[in-house]
């Protein structure tokens, strides 16, 4: 243990006082009290003696009392130079309760944020850069094998290029959407609509997908293009998971607080130790299938925007995604 981190953890008497000025009065008050001692009992010696005398045990006094007033304030000076160069790790104790414990602990939650943002920043450059690479170097290949003559620019040639351009274009569509929708830019415009009518809108842009709504005229008040992403993303997700030859089920029921909407395969399903995990930024819950993994973040933002709620629910085999939309 260093002599600092000794330093730190000496005891600080006036912590339990809510108030910086409190605590500069009462340590004044000490002061005077003691070397008013000092002189009442050095009476008898020499002035310079006793002024000495009380000069040196009301420094002492001041030093043990005061130890830990302005500690938080040089602790916060290092952290900010600490993460000015790139550091975030490094918090102040805030054991005082006065103005300046409330002002460390305002400084640790900051860094705290801070420390999150970093990594945030730095996880979501790797992703982005690895979810490019993938679509990039696919149609690079493409395109090499056409210039250099080994392919032919045959149709299947161009589809297979056109997908690689379109996953591209998927990814970086989601990733506006995702910043928009954390940014807080894209308010809610809450309309009133079929769930039915929508539901059906949906299901027919993919096949072997089957539609439920109790009651039928079923009718829900929320944002009709953010809905249309949760619904749409899951959809996808569900039908890139679901084996060959079964159906996908979106059903919608009506509940005292608002609308289930339920999303249904018969797919691997999600382990039950990533349910939680799999609407995280490209998590993809150990799918390989070549989603960017922004779909279901993309999701629980828009629910949440809402005032919702999703949840992957217990089924086996297969998957089950409930969505919350309460009433408006």
């Known amino acids: 243990m260093t002599v600092g981190e000794m330093v730190r953890r000496l005891p600080r008497p006036l912590d339990r006082l809510r108030s910086f000025k409190l605590k500069v009065s009462l340590i004044v008050g000490i002061v ?27 420094l002492a006094a001041t030093q043990v009392l005061a130890h830990g007033m302005t500690s938080p304030l040089r602790e916060m000076t290092a952290a900010a130079k600490s993460m000015a160069a790139g550091d975030y790790s490094t918090r102040v104790r805030a054991s005082s309760r006065d103005e300046v414990g409330q002002l460390a602990e305002a400084f640790n939650v900051m860094s705290s944020d801070l420390e999150e943002a970093d990594t945030y920043r730095r996880e979501l450059i790797g992703n982005v850069s690895h979810e490019l690479k993938t679509p990039i170097a696919a149609l690079r290949a493409v395109l090499e094998n056409i210039v250099d003559g080994i392919t032919e620019p045959d149709e299947t040639t161009l589809a297979l290029a056109l997908r690689q351009t379109e996953k591209l274009g998927d990814l970086v569509t989601e990733l506006l959407d995702l910043s ?11 309309e009133r609509f079929s769930v039915a009518e929508f539901l059906d809108s949906v299901a027919c842009e993919y096949d072997g997908v089957r539609v439920r709504v109790e009651p039928p005229s079923l009718e829900l008040s929320a944002d009709l293009p953010r809905l249309t992403q949760i619904v749409t993303n899951l959809v996808a997700n569900a039908v890139r998971h679901a084996p060959a030859g079964t159906d996908v089920t979106v059903s919608a029921c009506a509940v005292v607080d608002g609308v289930w909407l339920d999303v249904v395969d018969a797919g691997p399903g999600i382990p039950p130790g990533e349910r939680l995990s799999v609407f995280d930024r490209f998590t993809r819950g150990g799918a390989t299938d070549g989603g960017t993994g922004l779909g279901l973040a993309i999701a629980k933002w828009a629910t949440e925007l809402h005032g919702g709620s999703i949840e992957v629910l217990d089924r086996s085999p297969g998957c089950h995604i409930r969505v919350r939309i309460p009433h408006s």
């Open 32 to 58: 005077l009290v003691v070397a008013s001692i000092v002189f009442w009992f050095g009476a008898g010696w020499q002035f310079r003696y006793a002024l000495l005398a009380a000069l040196v045990m009301s």
């Open 180 to 190: 928009r929708l954390e940014g807080g830019v894209l308010p809610l415009r809450p």
